[in-house]
């Protein structure tokens, strides 16, 4: 909404103004709740517009004063329907304004600076406006913020009140409700935006009837409803308090890492006290991934990437394999088996590091290279065996795996039964020989023994049998098939 149109009840300006309707520019700059605004009015700019969030039930101070010139100010405040909720020109004392506003509903609201007669009036200097949140009243239906607390009171007449926040994806809350009077016996329940409950409590513990919801994790960001309530026919008044937990925060968290998914990319900042960031994703055997994280504009950070299972042990680490300096990067990592996999962005020495700034988190699926393979081939992943056989009717079997460059295999054909004089190829995704063996393996067993992997891609074994002419090209038997890497 650019342009609001408000119709200003100026009552202490002159008729002439009073009938002037006035059209305020609703794109102002924003403002916080708490803290001071300074600026100046005169005929070039009789007024001046700034926009804050409101939510129902919020006490909001307003003090505005000239602070140079003979600036006689005036203060306005609209709801987003243009309707006016408070209108002062001078407080009682001299020119100035200082009032409290109650926010009627939740949004937007608009706060006009102007001078007494706007564009007729004579008077300019600079000025200086003061918002403080006060609080939230305590009637049904407010909404509260984190840390707020509210007074209550639980009878047969009203035995549910109700209040409201807003809350987003990874947030972490806890919710108390302490009686304070009479014989209350507390009970709480959370509700979401659909009307379904999340979470509810009773009793905190078996030595008070106070109820707690402690360490409520967001699961999904909106609005959410307390319900304070009673168990039983108990009464009296409570005192009911919302508090955001030190780890709260969208990924700040193992209880909540952030929800990712393929092709998507999230920005985040880390910090001395908020050094890493969770991250989760569901993934299916084979699939093909690459991580990268990216410094961002501001700060020294240098990135590090974890790569972890479901229950937060890593899989793949990265320090500074991504394009710029002090990027991270897990390039072509094949997930082995189906499930939740984490992602942990954090910074080099994590706890004992010292770098901090912002980034940016990109998780993406590479097109299945297993199309490179020969047909018939089996797929197979490091750390796998197999069983095969040769005979004349079966003179070689195909497997194909994906690495990458610099990656150091093994590979070991060992003869099970028979006369087989086992054979290992090791081919490219070109279908190219890059390496063979006939006895390594000794008793005519074959083995391709810390072989690095010229180039990143889809590679196929061949198993088969010797075929020279110095031996016996037609030996037959079952053998066993590993496929291992190598480090250090």
Known sequence: MAILTLFLSLLLQSPAVLAQPREIDASGADAAQDGVISGRLDDSNPRDVYTVE????????????????????????????????????????????????????????????????????KTSGAYELRMT????????????????????????????VYYTFQAEQGDI?????????????????????????????????????????????????????IIATRYDDSAGSFVLSIEEAENSGTGSSRLAPLPIQYGESRRGTLSHAQY??????????????????ERGASGDLDSYLILADADFSAIQEDDD???EFQD?????????????????????????????????????????????????????NY???????ISADNEQDLYAFYGRRGEVVSISMTRVDGNLDAFLELLNARQEVVTRNDDSG????????????PATGMYTIRARRYSGTDGNPDTAGSYVLVLAERFG
Do not use: C, W
Request: glycine share 12%.
């Open 54 to 121: 409101g939510l129902r039930g919020e006490v909001i101070r307003f003090e505005l004063e000239a602070t140079d010139g003979d600036l006689d100010p005036m203060l306005s405040v609209f709801d987003e329907g243009g309707r006016l909720r408070l209108g002062r020109d001078d407080s009682a004392g001299g020119l100035g304004v200082q009032q409290d506003l109650t926010m009627e509903k939740t949004g937007r609201y608009f706060v006009v600076v102007a001078r007494f007669g706007y564009g007729l009036g």
């Open 133 to 160: 949140r006060k609080g939230v009243l305590s009637e049904a239906g407010s909404t509260l913020r984190y840390n707020d607390s509210v007074l209550g009171t639980i009878s047969d007449t009203s035995a549910e």
């Open 173 to 225: 809350v806890t919710i108390s409700m302490v009686r304070s009077s009479g014989t209350l016996d507390p009970y709480l329940q959370v509700v979401d935006g659909d009307r379904f409950e999340v979470a509810s409590n009773d009793d905190e513990s078996r030595d008070t009837r106070n109820a707690r919801i402690d360490g409520l994790i967001i699961e999904r960001s909106g609005a959410y409803i």
């Open 276 to 293: 890493e960031r969770y991250y989760a994703f569901d993934a299916l055997a084979g699939d093909l991934i690459t991580i990268g994280m």
């Open 321 to 323: 394999s991504g394009a």
């Open 328 to 380: 991270s990067r897990i390039s072509d990592y094949r997930i082995p088996t189906d499930g939740r996999y984490h992602i942990i962005a954090t910074r080099y020495d994590r706890a004992r590091g010292t770098t901090g700034g912002e980034f940016r988190l990109s998780l993406d699926i590479l097109d299945d290279p297993s199309v490179e393979a020969p047909a018939g081939a089996v797929s197979l």
């Open 383 to 389: 750390g796998t065996s197999v069983t095969g056989k």
């Open 442 to 453: 000794s008793s005519q067993n074959s083995l391709i023994e810390n072989f690095s992997l």
